[in-house]
């Protein structure tokens, strides 16, 4: 099943962005002090990045926006590196656009990531389609890589099955990434590969719709591989 769904995932997909996009990143994270400056990563989403387990647990210690600099700094290690988390949990993409140059723009990001769809399944494709695509554009009329993350598992999806709400929304982020030329993270891939190799999802679950340390890690993975092979 494995081989198969990650065919189906897959298939299609041009090439999305050329792999230096963030080679200007990439240098700067290179230079060291006095002539380096720091660098501002926001995330922006729902209750995945701002760092819930089992509600109300908050673990942003536990969670990918953390995990992504421990692992950046590895890789950087002079690097002056600010992570800002924007997210809000409970939120959907449009409430997260209506906010967006209130709340991310502020901090002057070199790198925006975006992970919505969790929370959007219930909304109108179109609506979740304008929200997203407000955000991506309005990052880039500010000169911000975006990286748009596709979601983490839920107990409830059937993330094998193309007309499963989850599915499709990881469908939608594809789609969007491939038409604005900016950097999927696909983290549903990634989820659904794990699953295939045999891991139960809830050894990647802290509950119904929230992934425990595990399923962070696993997160993790599949966004600093985006941003690797972008050059970063």
Request: proline share 7%; glycine share 8%; hydrophobic share 45%.
């Amino acid at each position: 099943m494995g081989k198969i769904l990650l065919t189906l995932i897959f298939a299609g997909l041009s090439p999305l962005i050329s792999a230096q996009a963030l080679a200007p990143l990439h240098g700067e994270l290179l230079k060291k002090w006095p002539g380096n400056r720091t660098v501002n990563i926001v995330f922006h989403g729902h209750s995945v990045p701002a760092g819930y387990h089992k509600t109300p647990d908050v673990r942003p210690f536990e969670s990918y926006p953390h995990l992504v600099h421990v692992g950046l700094k590895g890789k950087f290690p002079h690097a002056m590196l600010n992570v800002i988390v924007t997210a809000i949990g409970g939120e959907n993409s449009g409430a997260g656009a209506e906010r967006f140059t209130r709340d991310v723009l502020p901090h002057r990001p070199d790198l925006v990531l975006i992970d919505y769809a969790l929370n959007d399944r219930d909304v109108p494709e179109d609506r979740v389609e304008a929200a997203w695509l407000s955000m991506i554009r309005a990052a880039k009329e500010a000169g911000v890589p975006v990286v748009l993350i596709t979601p983490t598992g839920d107990a409830k999806a059937d993330m094998a099955n193309p007309a499963d709400p989850l599915t499709q929304r990881a469908a939608l982020i594809r789609k969007l990434a491939d038409a604005e030329k900016v950097i999927l993270a696909d983290v549903s891939a990634a989820w659904v590969a794990e699953l295939a190799e045999g891991t139960p999802q809830a050894e990647l679950l802290s509950q119904v719709n929230h992934p425990n340390l595990r399923g962070h890690q696993l997160a993790t993975d599949a966004i600093i591989k985006a941003l690797s092979a972008a050059g970063l």
